[in-house]
């Protein structure tokens, strides 16, 4: 039987390796990213195709607006991105020492007929004679309030779904942030976000812009404000039925 080592990011991974890392990645980043202006870089073209990160935004005109036109952000948003990508890199490290009888992936490609992904860990143990394979997501995130968390966890459900479909049976599942490891119940993940992947797929065949943002309060501090058709549409009905008045 080999048992699982597995910790809360702010445990294993220290704050100063994570500062010397992200300042690394993010001139990595800066010397990619094309300027659009209004404060804004584009910082990887679009696909096209929906992946379970897309479930982790907390608005769905995000998500258009990444498969569509690739991964648009400000400044601080690549700030953010290259510390969550630090953070990966150095739990990533550290779960491979502190697991060294457990067969480890990270970053490992799920791809289906319809949907591809990267879970962050991927995890292979014996237990019992058997063969136990379980998937670890993980969050940059100090505090998780329970909107932010359910979208993790029908990213979580995603993966399961598509590991499903590839042939590898996930028996256990983690959600690791800065303070924080949950252990989540398969079955009723499953059972509640059971069509997760058609979401996805509907989110890449939906046609034109949402006309009205899913909580405008979002857009108040949204740095995609300029670029938001979304935005746009609902800015002019407003002023629209305003000036009706
Ligand atoms: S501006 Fe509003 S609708 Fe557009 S992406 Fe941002 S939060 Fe969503």
């Known amino acids: 039987m080999v048992n699982l080592v597995i910790k809360p990011i702010a445990e294993v991974v220290d704050e100063d390796r994570i500062n010397r890392k992200m300042e690394e990645y993010l001139s990595e980043m800066l010397r990619r990213a094309r300027p659009i202006g209004d404060g804004l870089f584009i910082i990887d073209e679009p696909t096209g195709r929906a992946t379970p990160s897309l479930l982790s935004y907390d608005c769905i005109v995000k998500s258009l607006i990444r498969l569509r036109l690739g991964t648009i952000t400000n400044m601080d948003g690549l700030r953010n991105l290259a510390r969550g990508r630090a953070i990966h890199d150095l739990y990533q490290e550290w ?92 079955t009723t993940l499953l059972r509640r976000y059971n069509s997760v992947l058609n979401e996805l797929k509907s989110l890449e065949s939906f046609q034109g812009w949402p006309v009205k943002p899913p909580n405008p309060l979002l857009c108040v501090r949204c740095e995609l404000r300029p670029i938001c058709n979304t935005y746009a549409i609902y800015r002019s009905n407003k002023a629209f039925s305003e000036n009706a008045y």
């Open 95 to 186: 779960f491979k020492v502190a697991n060294p009888r457990i067969h480890v992936e990270v970053e490992s490609g799920v791809e289906t007929a319809d949907t591809s992904g990267r879970a962050d860990i991927l995890y292979m143990r014996e237990f019992d004679g058997e063969e136990i394979w379980g998937l670890i997501e993980l969050k940059s995130s100090w505090n998780l309030h329970e909107e932010r968390e359910q979208r993790y966890l029908r990213q979580i459900a995603a993966y399961i779904l598509m590991l499903r479909d590839a042939g590898i049976t996930i028996r256990e599942a983690y959600l690791v942030t800065m303070r924080d490891v949950k252990s989540i119940p398969i």
